[in-house]
Each structure stands twice: as structure tokens, then as C-alpha cells.
């Protein structure tokens, strides 16, 4: 089958320390599949749980081990703050490594581009249109996600314990998508632009803000 225009996208290259002179444009050729980086989803699996052994450890640690009559201050803080923080962040140091390992074992790629929408099969059992994407916004250069705006509501299976998207899908609104891109076969900043090119090429609006180090190309 012949390639036509709308198969291929094109974007500003991500900028490098060792490009020396500007960044040439990258240009990918749709569908763009993105699969699990399944050794490094098992690191972090590995880490986050490691942690999180600890600090349920220290929970129990200080409810069998504490003395049980303490003065009224240290009592306060060791049963008022350090406990409850400790079990929350062990829970959800947990529930992170859980959600690393369900993304190892997912079946791939569970992110695929092409010219007629975005299909992110850890959220949505569907495909998402890109003339339904009203907006798209990335944050810092997207090196963890982007967030994008439809044009109406949805139904989508967001976790709030998948490394770059920790707390964002409390407070998701009905029409929002967030597609983390961390731990993912194709570069975050690739995948970032690839989703924002394809939204201004069908009417949406995209911002995506510079990231916290920005690299700028040496004058010859």
C-alpha cells in the first residue's frame, strides 16, 4: 500500500546535549506503536516494592514496639503523623509496584498512533478519534504525559498509581484523557509531540510548556 501524507508526522527532534546546532526535525511513519519497557517496568516493580516493605515495616515497628505510655507531645506526633504517613506511603508505594507489574504482563503495545485516533488500552477499550480531541496540554516538556481535552465525555480506566500519572486521575474531569508515556518502547518526548502534531493537524489546540532544563543549540 502506498504511503500517503497523512501516515507520516512530523515534529521538532528533542533536543541533545551533543547536537551542537539546531535539532533537526524527526518524521515518523504511522502506525507508531508503543509497547512496555518491560526491564525497566520491572526495576521500578522491584524499587517501589522494596520501599514500600520498608516503610509497612516501620508501621509495624511502632505498633508493637512502642512504648506504650509516651509523653503527650512525642505521643502526638509518633500516632498522629508518623504512623498514619508511613501507612499511607507504604500503601501506595505498593500499589505502585502492583501497577508496574499488571503493565509488564500487559498484552502489547498498549499505545498505538495512527491517522485516525489514539488507542490506550491501559484506560479505554476504544479508540479516541482525533477530530474528539478538543485540546491537548503537556506539562515541562511532557517528559511524563500529556493530558488532552475531548470534545465530550468519557468513560476511561485511569490509575493513580502509575508512575506519571500519581494523583492526576482523583481529579480528572469527564472529558479529560491522561496518556502517561514513561516506561513506554518510544521516547516520551517522540510520543508526546507525535500526539500533539496529530491533534493540531485535526483542529485542536496544543501547549506544551518547555521543560525545566532547556538545551539551547551553540551559535557557529
Known amino acids: 500500500m502506498a504511503m500517503t501524507t497523512q501516515d507520516l508526522v512530523e515534529f521538532p527532534g528533542e533536543p541533545t546535549l551533543a547536537a551542537g546546532s539546531a ?9 507508531l506503536e508503543a509497547g512496555p519497557r518491560r526491564v525497566w517496568l520491572a526495576v521500578a516493580a522491584a524499587g517501589t516494592g522494596l520501599l514500600a516493605a520498608l516503610w509497612l515495616f516501620m508501621v509495624a515497628g511502632v505498633l508493637f514496639y512502642a512504648p506504650a505510655s509516651l509523653p503527650s507531645l512525642q505521643a502526638i506526633v509518633l500516632w498522629g503523623l508518623v504512623l498514619p504517613a508511613s501507612a499511607v506511603a ?6 505502585m509496584a502492583a501497577t508496574c507489574l499488571l503493565d509488564l504482563t500487559r498484552i502489547s503495545p498498549p499505545v498505538v498512533l495512527t491517522p485516525d485516533g489514539l488507542y490506550d488500552r491501559r484506560a479505554l477499550d476504544e479508540m479516541i478519534p482525533w477530530p474528539d480531541v478538543a485540546e491537548a496540554y503537556a506539562w515541562r516538556g511532557g ?12 468513560e476511561a480506566r ?20 491522561y496518556v502517561p508515556v514513561r516506561f513506554l ?13 496529530l491533534v493540531r493537524r485535526h483542529g485542536g489546540s496544543v501547549e506544551i510548556e518547555p521543560p525545566w532544563v532547556t538545551i539551547k543549540p551553540r551559535r557557529r
Open 23 to 31: 535539532v533537526p526535525p524527526v518524521r515518523v511513519r504511522l502506525p
Open 158 to 177: 485511569h490509575n493513580p498509581f502509575r508512575i506519571g500519572t500519581a494523583f492526576i486521575a482523583w481529579r480528572r474531569r469527564p472529558d479529560e484523557l
Open 185 to 197: 518502547t518510544v521516547r516520551p518526548h517522540s510520543l508526546v509531540h507525535c500526539i500533539a502534531a
Open 90 to 95: 507504604g500503601v501506595f508505594l505498593a500499589a
Open 143 to 154: 517528559y511524563t504525559g500529556i493530558r488532552l481535552r475531548l470534545r465530550r465525555d468519557m
